[in-house]
Nanobody
Framework: QVQLVESGGGLVQAGDSLRLSCVAS????????MGWFRQAPGKDREFVAA????????DYADSVKGRFTISRDNAKSTVYLEMISLKPEDTAVYYC????????????????????WGQGTQVTVSS
């Protein structure tokens, strides 16, 4: 069993920065692909970023590329999402997710890949 707990969300102005953290319990974190997704009101949950278990590969949605950075610290069982130049359209609940089965990096953008999810943290960007 894996538990994921996100933190770091908040209310910021356009152009500001935030860093989200997701702390995982369980021994499988260091071998898990980790992802960040977000869900805005009335919209589907969408892929934001993913990082390979070793940290050697990352992937980003086009909408956040160049502004968001995903990283991980396996010693701390934590994955981060550094967000800069935030825009009002980044407003959403952000979810951390883990693929503990390490199915395939090729599927990293699919919600169905991930078998554990956090409770989410709200990010609100005002204009």
């Amino acid at each position: 069993q894996v538990q994921l707990v996100e933190s770091g969300g908040g209310l910021v102005q356009a152009g500001d920065s935030l860093r989200l953290s997701c702390v995982a319990s369980g021994r499988t974190f260091s071998r898990s692909v980790m992802g960040w997704f977000r869900q805005a009101p009335g919209k589907d949950r969408e892929f934001v970023a993913a990082i390979y278990w070793s940290g050697t590969s990352t992937d980003y949605a086009d909408s956040v590329k160049g502004r968001f950075t995903i990283s991980r610290d396996n010693a701390k069982s934590t994955v981060y999402l550094e967000m800069i130049s935030l825009k009002p359209e980044d407003t959403a609940v952000y979810y951390c997710a883990a693929d503990t089965d390490n199915v395939s990096w090729l599927l990293r953008r699919r919600r169905s890949l991930y078998d554990y999810w956090g409770q989410g943290t709200q990010v609100t960007v005002s204009s």
